[in-house]
């Protein structure tokens, strides 16, 4: 059968590919071990675990997910969440098609259900209430969603894997009690050692100059409890370093240009 | 000759196999057992063996130790022998080192203690095969001397050795005996159990309180999860911990990942009791004649190894323990200032922040009708649809979202000048006068939400200049749906309180707090 397309009780729904990711988790393995774990499934009436990993933003939340995806052999599906979601928007959604038929689309976090691999639900915390009860059954021993749009309920497949990510400061809606008792383990995802990010940068920017990637490295350390307290994210360091490329590439002093991103970069935050 | 061999391979520290052993010992009859332990130590193992429980650590001057512990296999044999009278044999080697490479080193436990015993156990790494298949080909020797004697042996011995041994006892034989270095046995303290065994101490605790009827790890580790606040999640705590000992390619959790898991699914706070709960070891001496230090095993292996968890423990600020003064509900009790425009307006660049970036909508029992798109919302709107019918539309309804958040921002210090309001921005708050001038500073204020339907003037007295936070939250809450406290405190009546969320007061950008902090005022009276 098309994998694009299933039927579900006489229901057709259309799904979605997984995303085309090419992660690499560099150092911190510990944290990739924290979540590989909670999806491991020891026997058939063992259920994995539905995990959420939490962080400033910036600290490679989302990285870690889609790469221990794709450690654990399984597709990542990316749904990123927003304040304005409606529960169809996370399971089924009715779409006019042409000649004013309602097809019925299902979202990356069905088609990681029906397909099989592993669902991110980015910026989980953005989501209202509503659309977290509707995850409840998912995120239990019952394992399934029920589309009330299309009328039908979709019980997991075997391989379906389950990661939100949110991020530690506020938070448009606060998590329901029942749905916070079933998202466990919480891992934390702290910001990289230097050396560690020395290597991140360097395999994120591998047009980058070394004298130039260790001049940010250096830049963004000096004040390392700045850094620790993430006044600085490894995203802030990538873009700085890509930037900085640009700027020596057009032949001007980046050093100096590199002193002004840091310096407005960190006024803004 | 090897038929006479019955082999019961050990993996140390672990308790499983010493109950197996003991179980084991106690069924045999006629048989000598084996065990591989230094010969030339049977004196000083036996009789630390008898104080059992009380753990004690047999230290040797080239810094190995042997630590005498309950669940350890090799223990729980000398243990067993001695309490059914069975003959009992040392076999290892208590080997030295190749000493050129060290020489002047006289006790070795000091080089141990000088360079710290991960970087003693490199230097030793050239000389460990040498050392090892010399150990192996001197217990084969023994096993040799003693199979001639005797009809039939039980040979309890380390996994990790226990292939070597068997097949020295078919190689020509060659090896002198071993000096043995002299011994210290030390009395071990509670809180330096942990530091010379691999076990956890509350499961050797266990393990000895089990021992005559089996022990059972998993009950063990329940056990030291059980807590009054973690029971609905244990078993997902206790779940996890299994994955984690998995993926680390164990079969059961060791500490760390019995601390990992109760971090990751409960909290800091819990990971810190487990820790502390772990460590327990009542059967111990109450004082040491040694300081405990890090120590090699006879593989030249620290004898425990270590990871890093960070585990933060929640600093709470008792405020149930501190002074309340009754707060007064006489009106003359407070002053009235009026801040200047330029305050006014920075007071409300920092309302708006508050209110832009830390918000939660809750819906407000009303719809807003719009036209379909891509979702039902929250059903079709017949009247409106019917209404426009001709346009072959269909429109639905949503639920309209309204922001009722109050915020909290507690900039420290207590006062005892003066209790603000606002009616502008509704805002209430303590604030302590500046030394020099007429300006103040804030100490703890709270905003309610715009939709604030009571005069916050009326609100002034129920602030307490003592327990500025505490008021000021137990405000916010009455008059918002949901509460942002931004403070380096935390009120513990509140901390469960699933309208407000406690976050540090560094959250909000240091330049909008340093205009806010501080104002100045016109006129007073």
């Not at chain 1, 779409?95 to 004013?100: D, E, K, L």
């Not at chain 1, 990010?197 to 395999?203: E, G, H, S």
């Not at chain 2, 000088?114 to 010399?134: C, F, H, N, W």
Request: aromatic share 10%.
């Amino acid at each position: 059968m098309d994998s694009k397309k299933r039927i579900i009780d006489g229901i057709e729904i259309s799904l979605r590919e997984p995303d085309i990711t090419h992660y690499k988790w560099i150092g911190r393995d510990e944290e990739m071990r924290f979540l590989l774990a909670s999806w491991l499934q020891i026997d058939k009436e063992d259920l994995p675990m539905t995990p959420v990993l939490v962080g400033d933003p910036g600290n490679g939340k989302t990285t870690l997910a889609c790469a221990s995806a794709q450690e654990f052999n399984q597709p990542a599906y990316l749904m990123n969440c927003t304040s304005d979601m409606r529960p169809e928007d996370l399971i089924v959604t009715p779409v006019i098609s042409s000649g004013n038929q309602i097809k019925y689309r299902g979202s990356p976090l069905v088609s990681a259900v029906i397909n099989g691999g592993v669902c991110v639900l980015d910026e989980a915390n953005r989501m209202n209430e509503k659309c977290w009860a509707s995850l409840a059954p998912l995120l239990d021993d019952r394992r399934y969603v029920e589309s009330v749009i299309a009328g039908v309920k979709i019980k997991a497949h075997s391989d379906f894997r389950f990661v939100a990510t949110m991020n530690d400061d506020p938070s448009t809606y606060t998590i329901p009690g029942y749905i916070e008792s079933r998202l466990k383990p919480v891992i934390e995802v702290e910001p990289p050692s230097g050396e560690v990010l020395r290597a991140i940068v360097k395999a994120n920017v591998p047009y980058a100059s070394e004298d130039l990637i260790e001049s940010v490295i250096q830049h963004m350390l000096k004040d390392e409890d700045a850094f620790l307290s993430r006044s600085f994210s490894i995203r802030d360091a990538i873009e700085v370093t890509r930037y900085a490329v640009r700027l020596s590439r057009k032949g001007e002093d980046y050093q100096k240009s590199f002193e002004y991103i840091m310096k407005t970069g960190s006024e803004s935050l | 000759m090897k038929d006479k061999i019955i082999t019961l391979p050990y993996f140390p520290g672990r308790a499983e196999d010493a109950y197996n052993i003991k179980e084991e010992i106690s069924r045999i009859e006629g048989c000598i057992v084996v065990v591989d332990l230094p010969d030339g130590l049977e004196e000083e193992i036996k009789k630390a063996v008898k104080k059992l429980p009380r753990i004690s650590l047999i230290v040797d001057d080239l810094g190995r130790a042997i630590p005498i512990v309950p669940n350890e296999p090799a223990i729980e044999t000398v243990r067993t022998s001695l309490e059914n009278n069975i003959n009992l044999e040392f076999i290892d080697a208590s080997l030295s080192f190749p000493r050129e490479e060290f020489r002047g080193m006289d006790k070795f436990a000091d080089l141990v203690e000088d360079i710290g015993v991960e970087r003693y156990a490199e230097l030793m790494k050239p000389y460990k095969y040498q050392y090892t298949e010399s150990r192996h080909k001197y217990m084969a020797l023994k096993l040799r001397e003693l199979m001639e004697k005797n009809n039939e042996i039980l040979f309890v011995c380390n996994i990790k050795h226990f292939k070597g041994v068997m097949q020295s006892l078919d190689e020509p034989l060659d090896v002198g005996y071993g000096m043995v270095a002299p011994t210290t046995t030390c009395k071990v303290k509670e809180s330096d159990v942990g530091k010379i065994s691999s076990e956890i101490p509350f499961l050797t605790f266990q393990y000895e309180n089990s021992r005559n009827q089996g022990f059972d790890r998993k009950d063990a580790i329940i056990q030291l999860y059980e807590d009054e606040e973690a029971d609905l999640g244990l078993v997902e705590t206790y779940k996890y911990a299994r994955n984690l000992a998995i993926s680390d390619g164990h079969v059961y959790p060791n500490l760390y990942n019995i601390l990992a898991a109760a971090k990751y699914t409960q909290d800091d706070d819990y990971a810190f009791n487990i820790l502390e709960r772990s460590q327990t070891y009542p059967y111990t001496y109450n004082e040491s004649n040694c300081i405990i230090k890090s120590y090699l095993n006879y593989d030249l292996e620290p004898l425990d190894g270590t990871r890093v968890l960070e585990i933060k423990k929640k600093l709470k600020l008792d405020l149930k323990g501190s002074t309340k003064k009754k707060r007064s509900s006489h009106g003359g009790f407070f002053r009235y200032f009026k801040r200047t425009q330029e305050c006014f307006k920075t007071e409300m660049i920092f309302v708006n922040y508050l209110r832009n970036n830390y918000f939660q909508l809750v819906p407000s029992g009303e719809f807003e009708v719009e036209e379909f798109q891509c979702g039902l919302g929250d059903g079709i709107d017949v009247k409106q649809s019917l209404r426009y019918r001709f346009t072959d539309k269909i429109f639905v309804k949503n639920d309209k979202m309204i922001n009722n958040t109050g915020y909290v921002v507690d900039f420290g210090g207590i006062s005892d000048d003066a209790i603000f309001c606002d009616s502008q921005n509704d805002c209430v708050g303590t604030a302590t006068k500046y030394p020099q001038d007429d300006g103040f500073c804030w100490n703890c204020m709270v905003i309610f939400p715009d939709t604030l339907e009571v005069e916050v003037s009326s609100l002034l007295y129920r602030v307490s200049y003592f327990n500025a936070l505490e008021s000021c939250v137990d405000l916010a809450v009455q008059y918002s749906d949901f509460v942002y406290v931004f403070s380096d405190s935390i009120v513990e009546s509140m901390e469960n309180n699933p309208k407000v969320k406690f976050l540090p007061l560094e959250r909000i950008p240091q330049k909008l707090r340093d205009e806010m902090c501080c104002f100045d005022v016109e006129w007073r009276n």
